[in-house]
């Protein structure tokens, strides 16, 4: 065989190759995004180049004028209508500028805004060597008790790194409710649990329960996103596209015409339907819903406070983002099949994190049991399929996600020799020792409990009105039970610090430095002026409710 006849089989004759287009970016309208993105990249130069003693300063300058000009960048995307009338798919079909978005990153912004201060908290622990130090392990690499880990105790180290970290999983966060197609949506689930991951490893205090939380949320999330993106797979075979409005089009067999290789697929409801449901439990282990929650209590417990803050409010609200576009844009067609299940889902997680909360005896714990019977409370608006129920899910997330830093925020101040005292036992007679501190914490548990004039009450009587005029009636009345269950222990938290005698040998109160000072007071005054007038936000909410396909 000649040698042009073996060539001639791998070759074919072709076309002249056509010009191919140059992606069309509109960087204006992702704004927010890139600049989060770049003060990360400059965080990290500043590792690099800026000396250890003046590094904490420029890190914690950055961080925050990059999340205040990102915040400035949203405020006027929204005053351009980009929220309502000029809402729009960017750059290529991977990005939503919506209301919904826009709402979405603004709290994201500001709830990690409110969450660096509480990073850059360095007055808590005593002095080392006349250095002031952090939440945050001395020299990440080292191993815990090592030799090289009590040499950077003794130099009074701080990992800076925390902070590019933080930005680059908020960047992560800013693009995951805003995904409009399934590789976006995984790639910005990834960019936000990464870092996440690495920060869950740093506490200075007890490194090991630390690095546990880490190494357990890395698997756990390892495994969720496997599921997510086998999904993904299962619906490109299904509709051999994937952009959201797209794949909708072809589950509401509107689609304006069909490739003929995908005719066989788009018939076969076991691919779309197995999955819809592996996406959507990708995204339900993110929110911390039973029975993905299994993290939660350990990763909460094990990770620094100030991370389990964040994660607490703005992962939680990226996470729902993310999942009330999915179900809202890519899949309203299979409404009917997913409601039953997110039914079931909604009422286990309401029910099981309001009575597992019961029996904690550690406060870090007790919080994230009740983050998991919210993360209920929210899917009930997400149920709803209306509007009104777009507009609850985004006003109670913004309620929420202040109230739930503002009270880590709070823990973090309670401490004893060992560094946080977050054993309830320890907090009995604190409403004696430091009346301030306890009546400030008794105010976020009012407002997770739903008590009126709080915005916990404003933002369930959203979610639970949406829910019933979505005709889930009963899943209303099982919110409301769970609430009361709810309200049990944190009452008696309540009461614990109030009409107990203090311990002689109880915790201190740390005196904060005006960082943490301005988290504590920006969740109080969030949650009253919610609870007080909610109407005018309540308002935005429903006027950013909209989604663009």
């Not at 995004?33 to 590094?55: D, S, W």
């Not at 929220?83 to 990005?95: L, Q, V």
Request: contains cysteine.
């Amino acid at each position: 065989m000649s040698a042009s006849v073996v060539h001639s089989l791998w070759t074919t004759a072709a076309d002249p190759i056509s010009k191919i287009d140059a992606p069309k970016i509109e960087y204006a309208q992702l704004a927010p995004v890139l600049i989060i993105v770049g003060a990360a990249v400059v965080g990290i130069l500043v590792e690099g180049f800026v000396p250890r003693r003046f590094r904490y300063y420029a890190q914690t300058f950055v961080a925050t004028a990059a999340l205040v000009s990102a915040f400035a960048a949203v405020v006027a995307l929204a005053a351009d209508g980009y929220g309502t009338t000029r809402a729009g798919i960017a750059a290529m079909g991977a990005i939503a500028v919506d209301g919904p978005a826009l709402f979405l990153q603004g709290t994201i912004l500001l709830t990690a805004l409110v969450g660096l201060f509480t990073f850059a908290e360095r007055r808590l622990d005593p002095e080392v060597q006349g250095n002031r130090v952090d939440s945050f392990a001395a020299q990440a690499s080292a191993v815990p008790g090592s030799e090289n880990e009590k040499k950077a105790v003794r130099a009074g180290f701080t990992t800076t790194e925390v902070f590019p970290l933080l930005l680059f999983a908020v960047a992560g966060m800013l693009v995951f409710p805003a995904a409009n197609d399934l590789v976006t949506l995984f790639v910005a689930l990834e960019v936000l649990s990464l870092p996440l991951y690495l920060l869950c490893a740093l506490a200075r205090r007890k490194r090991l329960i630390s690095q546990e939380a880490a190494v357990k949320y890395f698997l756990l999330g390892s495994f969720a996103s496997a599921f997510l993106l086998f999904g993904i797979a299962l619906l490109y075979g299904y509709a051999g596209s994937m952009s959201y409005a797209r794949i909708a089009q072809v589950v509401d067999g509107t689609i304006p015409e069909v490739d003929p290789a995908l005719v066989n697929t788009m018939g076969n409801d076991v691919l779309l339907l197995v999955g819809a449901g592996l996406l959507i439990m990708g995204l339900l282990f993110k929110v911390g819903a039973v029975p993905f929650h299994m993290w939660t209590p350990d990763v909460y417990q094990g990770a620094p406070t100030p991370v389990t803050g964040l994660m607490a409010a703005a992962t939680k609200v990226a996470a729902f983002g993310a999942l009330l576009r999915v179900l809202y844009v890519l899949l309203p067609g299979l409404r009917w099949d997913w409601r039953p299940v997110m039914w079931a889902v909604a009422i286990v997680t309401m029910l099981g994190g309001a009575i597992f909360a019961i029996t904690q005896t550690d406060v870090k714990r007790l919080l994230a049991y009740s983050a998991i019977s919210h993360a209920g409370f929210v899917l009930a608006g997400v149920i709803a399929t209306t509007p009104s129920g777009i507009s609850s899910v985004l006003f109670y997330l913004a309620a929420y996600s202040f109230v739930t830093i503002g009270a880590f925020a709070v823990v973090t101040l309670v401490r004893d020799a060992g560094g946080e005292a977050t054993h309830l036992s320890k907090w009995a007679g604190l409403g004696r020792r430091s009346p301030l501190v306890a009546a400030v914490f008794a105010v976020f548990l009012l407002a997770f409990a739903g008590i009126p004039l709080t915005s916990g009450f404003a933002g369930k009587f959203a979610v639970f009105k949406a829910a019933a005029e979505g005709g889930a009636v009963p899943l209303v009345v099982v919110g409301v039970i769970a609430s009361a269950i709810a309200a049990f222990f944190y009452i008696r938290v309540i009461v614990l610090m109030f009409f107990s005698e203090p311990r002689p040998e109880g915790p201190t109160v740390a005196v904060p430095s005006p960082l943490t000072m301005t988290a504590i007071a920006v969740g109080v005054v969030v949650t009253v002026v919610l609870g007080v007038a909610p109407q005018y936000f309540l308002e935005l909410a429903g006027d950013a409710g909209v989604f663009v396909r």
